[in-house]
């Protein structure tokens, strides 16, 4: 069997074990729970835990792990579907609104979001879901013992990348970028925030049916991105050994073992450094640089939603307390949280940095929802597959000394391929 095959039929026995799970435990204490599957673990999942122990009736959380897309609709087809899915992906939404496996919901009046993410949960007039967690997708991380002084723009950050990477090629200091490429959505972040900043009003284009992957705006972010990556000394242990660096340990080699001096990616940065970092040195953040000077950078977010399924019981009213304003503060006490609500009060943040990265979301006219996870079918990516090996590719070509023109031109023919496979551009 392939590592597919195993990972297929792991999913669906864990689909089949929770939907008998999940059965048991609403039996068993004669009040039927409201059954919630999400995909979170671990401290995510305790916390979230806790702000439902706050619903006036019993809920019963599942974890469906990464894939929840294979483990609900295993679910669907054992007719054990959940009430409550929380989706990573607004596509997901969009796809089992159109099979009518899901009911219309309603959020509360406490409820309102930046504009550009509440159409994204629409379909034909009709409202599917609410945002109920975001990420702030345009940050780089870096310790100011090893960074005094960020870049604040992108030319900057090609220098000090350039300069850093000389002298660790000479043995006498840490490569200056850390990257997580074994996560193919690791290098979609990087392609987003460079997109959204060089061509926002193509950004939003690319979500569409007639994107087109192959013009001006695609194949300049991708030279942007080779720029910076080809830089000789860039990363620990080169493009190669990049590829086989995961999310995590791209952290690490910041907070830790000080092989890198600068990592890009989310606010959920923030837990993996609080679990790992040595010493008392807090890591801190600045936004992903700008191509213009002064011009402010891009802000990306990523964001999970709830939705309610077809003749769900409670499904649909406990979404709606979701989107109180109040219902996370369990989590937001705890931190780790970022709220899409703009109604809850940023004084609510415990966290003084979450609270200044609540406040930039709000700011009008420079949020992009991520567009790889608006992207149709396959393309959305996932391990070794659409727009996320893709990136790999590309990022192999360029670290391993394959001309930009020639890397950014076999991307921009394998983005528009598996565009026009899943019916979402050329």
Same mark, same amino acid.
């Given at each position: 069997?392939?590592?597919?095959?195993?990972?297929?039929?792991?999913?669906?026995?864990?689909?089949?074990?929770?939907?008998?799970?999940?059965?048991?435990?609403?039996?068993? @204490?004669?009040?039927?729970?409201?059954? #919630?599957?999400?995909?979170?673990?671990?401290?995510?999942?305790?916390? +979230?835990?806790?702000?439902?122990?706050?619903?006036?009736?019993?809920?019963?959380?599942?974890?469906?792990?990464?894939?929840?897309? =294979?483990?609900?609709? /295993?679910?669907?087809?054992?007719?054990?579907?959940? $009430?409550?899915?929380?989706?990573?992906?607004?596509?997901?939404?969009?796809?089992?609104?159109?099979?009518? %496996?899901?009911?219309?919901?309603?959020?509360?009046?406490?409820? /309102?979001?930046?504009?550009?993410?509440?159409?994204? !949960?629409?379909?034909?007039?009709?409202?599917?879901? #609410?945002?109920?967690?975001?990420?702030?997708?345009?940050?780089?991380?870096?310790?100011?013992?090893?960074?005094?002084?960020?870049? /604040?723009?992108?030319?900057?950050?090609?220098?000090?990348?350039?300069? !850093?990477?000389?002298? /660790?090629?000479?043995?006498?200091?840490?490569?200056?970028?850390?990257? @997580? =490429?074994?996560?193919? %959505?690791?290098?979609? $972040?990087?392609?987003?925030?460079?997109?959204?900043? !060089?061509?926002?009003?193509?950004? $939003?284009?690319?979500?569409?049916?007639?994107?087109?992957?192959?013009?001006?705006?695609?194949?300049?972010?991708?030279?942007?991105?080779?720029?910076? *990556?080809?830089?000789?000394?860039?990363?620990?242990?080169?493009?190669?050994?990049?590829?086989?660096?995961?999310?995590?340990?791209?952290?690490?080699?910041?907070?830790?073992?000080?092989?890198?001096?600068?990592?890009?990616?989310?606010?959920?940065?923030?837990?993996? =450094?609080?679990?790992?970092?040595?010493?008392?040195?807090?890591?801190?953040?600045?936004?992903?640089?700008?191509?213009?000077?002064?011009?402010?950078?891009?802000?990306?977010?990523?964001?999970?939603?709830?939705?309610? +399924?077809?003749?769900?019981?409670?499904?649909?009213?406990?979404?709606? %307390?979701?989107?109180?304003?109040?219902?996370?503060?369990? *989590?937001?006490?705890?931190?780790?949280?970022?709220?899409?609500?703009?109604?809850?009060?940023?004084?609510?943040?415990?966290?003084? #940095?979450?609270?200044?990265?609540?406040?930039?979301?709000?700011?009008?006219?420079?949020?992009?929802?991520?567009?790889?996870?608006?992207?149709?079918?396959? +393309?959305?990516?996932? $391990?070794?597959?659409?727009?996320?090996?893709?990136?790999?590719? +590309?990022?192999?070509?360029?670290?391993?000394?394959?001309?930009?023109?020639?890397?950014?031109?076999?991307?921009?023919?394998?983005?528009?391929?598996?565009?026009?496979?899943?019916?979402?551009?050329?």
């Amino acid at each position: 069997m392939t590592p597919a095959g195993r990972a297929t039929r792991r999913t669906l026995l864990r689909a089949a074990a929770a939907g008998a799970a999940v059965t048991a435990a609403g039996c068993a @204490g004669g009040t039927r729970s409201v059954q #919630v599957a999400v995909v979170w673990s671990g401290s995510e999942l305790d916390r +979230f835990r806790r702000v439902v122990a706050g619903y006036p009736a019993p809920v019963h959380v599942v974890s469906a792990g990464n894939d929840i897309d =294979a483990f609900l609709r /295993a679910r669907h087809l054992a007719g054990t579907s959940p $009430d409550v899915a929380i989706l990573p992906r607004p596509g997901l939404v969009t796809d089992y609104a159109l099979r009518g %496996w899901l009911s219309p919901v309603r959020p509360s009046n406490e409820y /309102a979001v930046p504009t550009g993410l509440s159409d994204l !949960l629409m379909t034909r007039g009709r409202r599917y879901g #609410v945002w109920v967690k975001a990420a702030h997708k345009s940050l780089i991380w870096h310790l100011p013992s090893v960074l005094p002084r960020p870049p /604040a723009t992108w030319d900057e950050l090609v220098t000090v990348t350039r300069t !850093l990477g000389a002298l /660790a090629r000479r043995g006498s200091g840490p490569a200056p970028l850390a990257i @997580g =490429a074994a996560d193919g %959505w690791v290098l979609t $972040d990087w392609f987003e925030n460079v997109l959204a900043d !060089l061509a926002p009003d193509a950004y $939003d284009a690319l979500a569409g049916p007639d994107a087109d992957w192959q013009g001006r705006p695609v194949r300049d972010t991708l030279d942007r991105l080779a720029e910076l *990556w080809s830089i000789g000394g860039a990363f620990p242990g080169g493009g190669r050994r990049a590829l086989l660096t995961q999310y995590e340990e791209s952290v690490i080699q910041v907070v830790r073992s000080g092989r890198a001096v600068m990592v890009f990616e989310a606010d959920f940065t923030a837990e993996v =450094a609080g679990t790992f970092r040595r010493g008392p040195e807090q890591p801190k953040t600045f936004r992903f640089p700008s191509a213009r000077a002064g011009g402010g950078g891009p802000l990306i977010v990523g964001g999970d939603a709830a939705v309610a +399924f077809a003749d769900a019981r409670g499904g649909v009213e406990l979404i709606e %307390w979701l989107s109180q304003a109040g219902a996370f503060q369990p *989590w937001l006490d705890a931190g780790g949280y970022l709220s899409p609500n703009t109604t809850v009060a940023l004084d609510s943040y415990a966290d003084p #940095v979450r609270r200044q990265l609540a406040g930039e979301m709000r700011a009008p006219g420079t949020l992009r929802f991520d567009l790889s996870d608006q992207l149709p079918g396959p +393309f959305t990516g996932s $391990d070794g597959v659409g727009i996320w090996r893709i990136m790999q590719d +590309f990022f192999s070509d360029v670290t391993d000394g394959v001309p930009a023109a020639e890397a950014v031109r076999r991307a921009t023919g394998q983005l528009a391929a598996a565009a026009r496979s899943a019916g979402g551009g050329r």
